[in-house]
DNA sequence: GTATATTTTAAACATTCGTTTTAATTTAGA
DNA sequence: TCTAAATTAAAACGAATGTTTAAAATATAC
C-alpha cells in the first residue's frame, strides 16, 4: 500500500537536504517549503518554529546512531585492553547503518552535525548531553582507558579537537573535495573521508603532552 | 601628536571585535557603527560595503601575520632535518606579534580566522591563496620535508584537518574554556590553548596511514 | 576668505526572514 | 450523510538587514 508521503515528512526530507548541504542559518523556511511542493506555512503549523524543525531533523538521526554507537562502545569494553583508534573505529559502523534512514544518510548526519556544532553549539551540546548522556559518558571512559596517562582535562580538550576535526571537515569538505580532485587527480567520495580522518585523530590524541 | 583616532578605524577596531566575539554574518552593521560611535551610512562610505569591511579587517592582521611566518619559515628551512612539531611551532612567534597590533591581537586573529573559515569558506581561502601564495607553498615544502612518507593528497587532507581543528577550537573556545574551567577547577587562557592544540595536531599530522 | 572637495548625518529604501492570521479545504467520526 | 476536527492555502505582519540618497556640516586648497 506505502501510503503517500506525509506533509511533515516532505518538510523533514527537503530541510535535511538543504540543511546538510548549506546549513541552517543559510536555509530559509520558504526554500523548504518550496523544495517540498508545500505551504509556507505548515512548518510552524507541523513543528512550531524553525528551532522545533531543526531539532526534529537532527533527532531523526541521533536516536538511530546512538543507540548504534553505544552498542559498539559496549562490545570494545569487553576487550582487555584498548586503544584509541579502536575507540574512533566504534563510529564506523553506526554510521554505516544511517543508510537506513535515508540514501545519503551517513554524508548527511555528518554534515549536519558539523553546521549545528558550528551555527547553534550551546544548543546541540545540550541537546546531546540531556539525551545521550550515557553514551557520550561511555566514551568518555572508552578514551580513559585507551590512554589512561593523559589528564582528564587534556582529555576533554583532545575530544574537542577530534569533534573539530569532525566538524569542520564536513561542513568544509564539498569544497575540500572539489580542490583536492583537482590539483591531485584523486578524487574522494564524501563517505571516504573518515578513512581519513580517523587515524588523524587517533594520532592526535595519542601524542605526547609536551 | 597622536592624531585623533579616525572614523575610519574606529570602524576597523569596533568590528573586529564584534566579528572575534560572535562572527561576520551574527554582527550586524548597526551593532559596530553604535559601539564605534558613527553614523551608519559611514561603513558604506569608507569601505563601500560589509564584505569590504570584513576583508580589511582580516587584511590588519593578515600583512602582518603571514610575512614573520613566512620569517619563520625560511629559518626553519636551513635545518637539515625537520619535524612537524617544529613546524607549527613556527606560528608561535608570529602570532605573539599580533599583540603589537591590538591588544588581544592574537586571540582575535585566530577567532576571525576561525569564523571567516566557517562562514565564507571560498572567499577567504582565495584571498589567503593569492595574496600569500608563497607562504602557503613553503608551509607544503616544509610540511614534506618533515613527513616525506606521506603522499602530497593526504598531506593536503592533513593539513585541512590541522586547519579544521584550529578554527574550531577558536569559534568554540569560550564556551569551551567555561565548560573545563567548571568541570575540571583548571581555567585556560584563550592564548594558552594553542600550547595544548600543538601537540595534538603534529601527533596527528605524523599518524600512520593506515 | 571663499570656493571646492570631503565627510558626516538622518532618513528612507528594498529585501528577506520567521511567524501569525484568517479563510478555504480536506479528512475522520458518529 | 452530516458535523466537527484537522490540515492546507494565501496573504499580511513586524522586525531586521545591507544599502542608497540627499542635505548638512566640516575640512581643505587657493
Redesign the pocket.
Known amino acids: 500500500m506505502a501510503k503517500r508521503e ?3 515528512d516532505k518538510i523533514l526530507n527537503a530541510a535535511e537536504t538543504l540543511f546538510a548541504e548549506h546549513g541552517f ?8 517549503t518550496s523544495e517540498a ?17 531543526i531539532q526534529a531533523v537532527m533527532a531523526r538521526y541521533l536516536e538511530v546512531f546512538m543507540p548504534a554507537l553505544q552498542g559498539q562502545f559496549e562490545l570494545l569494553a569487553l576487550q582487555p585492553s584498548i586503544n584509541s583508534r579502536q575507540v574512533f573505529d566504534c563510529f564506523r559502523e553506526p554510521l554505516r547503518q544511517l543508510a537506513s534512514v535515508r540514501k545519503h544518510g551517513p554524508t548527511y548526519f555528518l554534515s549536519l552535525l558539523g553546521f549545528a556544532y558550528a551555527e547553534i553549539q550551546g544548543h546541540l551540546r545540550r541537546y546531546i548531553m540531556t539525551h545521550f548522556g550515557e553514551v557520550m559518558q561511555l566514551l568518555q571512559a572508552m578514551m580513559h582507558r585507551a590512554n589512561p596517562n593523559l589528564s582528564p582535562v587534556d582529555m576533554f580538550w583532545r575530544l574537542h579537537f577530534v569533534l573539530g576535526t569532525l566538524v569542520f571537515t564536513q561542513v568544509s569538505g564539498p569544497a575540500l573535495r572539489e580542490i583536492a580532485a583537482a590539483d591531485f587527480g584523486e578524487s574522494v567520495r564524501a563517505d571516504q573521508i573518515i578513512d581519513k580522518l580517523i587515524p588523524f585523530v587517533a594520532g592526535g590524541v595519542d601524542a605526547a603532552m609536551v
Open positions: 506525509t506533509t511533515k542559518e543559510q536555509t530559509s523556511l520558504r526554500q523548504i511542493g508545500v505551504n509556507l506555512a505548515s512548518v510552524n503549523y507541523h513543528f512550531g518554529s524553525k528551532k522545533a524543525l
